[in-house]
């Protein structure tokens, strides 16, 4: 079992750029494969990237691909998103979440709210 806790979100004018994080509590962080998601009003819940449990590999999608970075610190139970060159179509609630095996992630946070004005 593990518990994750979304921050960063907020309000960002197109080009801005946000950087989230999500720390986890309870089994070792490290045994995870980590993903951030993100949904928008009216839409499904879509991958945005992933890294592997020991930073070895990562995957964006398309959409984001050069503009945003994910990373993990072991150490401090953190997973980042750094967000640049952001567009208005970002806009959504931004979701971490662990894996223990993938493709199924099993554990999901409560989602931080990202808002890009134009």
């Known amino acids: 079992q593990v518990t994750l806790v979304e921050s960063g979100g907020g309000l960002v004018q197109t080009g801005g750029s946000l950087r989230l994080s999500c720390v986890a509590s309870g089994r070792a962080f490290s045994s995870y494969a980590m993903g951030w998601f993100r949904q928008a009003p009216g839409k499904e819940r879509e991958f945005v990237a992933g890294?592997?449990?020991?930073?070895?590999?990562?995957q964006y999608a398309d959409f984001v691909k050069g503009r945003f970075t994910i990373s993990r610190d072991n150490a401090k139970n953190t997973v980042y998103l750094q967000m640049n060159s952001l567009k208005p179509e970002d806009t959504a609630v931004y979701y971490c979440a662990a894996a223990e095996r993938l493709p199924r992630y099993n554990y999901w946070g409560q989602g931080t709210q990202v808002t890009v004005s134009s």
């Open positions: 890294i592997s449990r020991r930073s070895g590999s990562t």
